[in-house]
């Protein structure tokens, strides 16, 4: 399905809908077996200049969804509008929530999908740019990775540094317990990685880089 193809629609009225998330950009809400993304105005901005913004980064973020869906899983593009994504609702366990509970072995594995995913993603360039646990969903042992709204399309190295960075950083503060036996595991899925060892390398500066600007 190409972005040609979702169909879009006028919003209808979601007496079901109710309110899961809601972020400095969008708020999120779930309607049955849909999710949708609303991003918000902002009165602070010009109108004009507004409603551009919302616009492009809708775009923006149904592209990146719409190419990442040949590559991975993630939900299903339902409908479009102006301000909304309309996408399927995966009925699964939040990693963020479940991941220390699994079994040693179902945890390994698991760490090694997310790398491998986020390597096919890579080699695709394209940047997830909010990689946490809690923007993954596992049901019935498929890996689905979620909310691109921060995503972007670049093949440069360090905005593919960054993204391990991020889920190094997740896993650390979220699942210290079992946190560097995990990132170990996303390393070895990671491996499929056309870049592996520049983004490696270039990892261990955006680390450096951080604790320098730590001790400031």
Do not use: W
Not at 45 to 55: A, M, N, Q, S
Not at 105 to 119: P, S, V
Not at 171 to 188: A, G, P, Q, T, W
Request: aromatic residues 8%.
């Amino acid at each position: 399905m190409t972005f040609n193809n979702i169909i879009k629609v006028p919003f209808i009225n979601l007496i079901m809908k109710t309110l899961i998330a809601e972020g400095a950009e969008a708020r999120i809400y779930k309607d049955n077996n849909l999710i949708i993304k609303e991003r918000v105005s902002k009165s602070y901005r010009i109108k004009e200049l507004d409603d551009k913004l919302i616009k492009y980064r809708n775009r923006r973020e149904i592209s990146i969804l719409e190419k990442a869906s040949r590559i991975i899983n993630v939900p299903k593009i339902i409908k479009t509008e102006d301000n909304k994504i309309f996408m399927e609702f995966i009925d699964g366990d939040k990693l963020s929530d479940i991941l220390d509970s699994y079994s040693e072995n179902k945890r390994n594995n698991t760490c090694k999908e997310i790398g491998r995913q986020l390597a096919l993603l890579h080699n695709a360039n394209l940047i997830h740019g909010d990689l946490t646990t809690s923007n993954m969903i596992l049901k019935e042992n498929k890996l689905y990775f979620i909310d691109f709204g921060l995503g972007f399309i670049d093949d440069n190295v360090e905005h593919k540094a960054v993204d391990l960075h991020l889920i190094k950083q997740a896993l650390e503060s979220k699942h210290y317990k079992i946190f560097k036996e995990s990132f170990n595991f996303v390393l070895e899925g990671y491996k499929i990685s056309k870049e592996y060892e520049k983004i490696i390398d270039r990892l261990d500066k955006v680390e450096k880089r951080g604790r320098y600007k730590s001790k400031k």
